[in-house]
């Protein structure tokens, strides 16, 4: 058997395990596991189908081809653990493994990402959103459907607990787009972090760093492709809670986002933009999230890829499972969104 050391590792920080605690679930020493990890020492076969075994992986998930953890741009509400952060990582790393698998038997949109470079073409990230919109030929006013409009331009947009992180955007092995989402987030959340994201891939990917906060601009990006100046002002006079309600249904962003806005174009006053930050704080919506107004936008380009194996190639969900290397339990939650019976550590 062919053993891949650097598949142990992926698959003990994806359950959100250290070494230590993989050490105390197989049994194996900490010291073991370590110089196994590092290639120091090989692993006989019934250490693996243990490693196998504690972990919930089929034996043959290690003796995969290795594995580049992704590397993109991360949005988060707040900063997370180590341990966390290696976690989302390696089940990101994982997902992208996936698709690139399963996209062979499919033909998909071919990448059209526009790029702005700030230090080349000059101007802002508000410029940056206008410039993608007349690219992808968007009306004027809001996007129906965001998530459509990403993946119709060849960006793969994937749904996953990412825990405290929002979102994360990152290209795969084949040069593919992806972003992926917290699926734990409000609808009105997941679409300002698909632009954000976005905004990465456009502004910042491939790019040198300057300095300049990406984050601020990547925000400053989502604000503008959702909620064009010119389009929106006319609607920003005279805000109240009534009217916030109508603009959020109606345009699909947050009304913190719309109030923002109104005081960035200064239709609102610095005073009463504050006076509505702390109305959102005391009806609990900054820390728990705004009411839920429209229904979430649902990627549909990976359900379709599985859909088309299962039914066009016949493949049993045991037989996708095998191609993926992966147990029923996470075959279920990753291509299902179907909760795990496995638990993971989070410690």
Do not use: C
Request: hydrophobic fraction near 35%; glycine fraction near 6%.
């Amino acid at each position: 058997m062919k053993f891949n050391e650097k598949t142990l590792t992926l698959a003990r920080e994806s359950r959100g395990y250290t070494q230590k605690q993989l050490s105390e679930k197989s049994g194996v020493a900490q010291g073991t596991i370590s110089k196994i990890e590092l290639g120091q020492l090989s692993a006989p076969e019934y250490l693996i189908e243990l490693f196998g075994k504690s972990l919930n992986y089929p034996i043959d998930f290690f003796t995969q081809d290795p594995y580049f953890y992704v590397r993109g741009h991360y949005r988060s509400k707040q900063s997370i653990s180590d341990k966390a952060s290696k976690m989302y990582l390696a089940k990101m790393t994982i997902v992208e493994r996936i698709f690139t698998t399963l996209q062979t038997a499919v033909e998909l949109p071919e990448p059209n990402v526009p790029s702005w470079d700030i230090d080349v073409d000059g101007g802002n990230p508000a410029m940056a959103a206008l410039f993608v919109r007349d690219k992808w030929k968007i009306p004027k006013g809001r996007i129906n459907n965001l998530t459509e409009l990403l993946e119709d331009n060849g960006i793969l947009v994937m749904l996953l607990d990412l825990g405290e992180k929002d979102g994360f955007s990152t290209y795969s092995d084949i040069k593919y787009p992806v972003i992926f989402l917290n699926n734990r987030r409000t609808s009105d959340r997941l679409r300002f972090t698909l632009a954000h994201e976005l905004g990465h891939l456009v502004l910042h990917w491939g790019k040198k760093d300057h300095g300049r906060d990406e984050e601020q601009e990547a925000h400053e990006f989502a604000s503008e492709l959702l909620m064009p100046s010119q389009d929106i002002r006319p609607y920003l006079n005279k805000l109240n809670s009534s009217t916030l309600t109508d603009l959020k249904r109606y345009w699909k962003t947050s009304m913190a986002s719309i109030a923002r806005k109104a005081k960035d174009l200064g239709t609102i006053t610095q005073d009463q933009y504050y006076y509505m930050m702390k109305g959102f704080s005391a009806n609990g919506y900054r820390s728990f999230g705004e009411p839920e107004l429209f229904e979430p936008e649902k990627p549909t380009i990976l359900s379709d890829i599985v859909e088309l194996y299962l039914t066009d190639l016949n493949y049993t969900k045991q037989e996708l499972a095998s191609l993926l290397h992966l147990s029923m339990d996470d075959l279920e939650e990753l291509l299902f969104n179907k909760p795990r019976l496995f638990q993971v550590s989070r410690n």
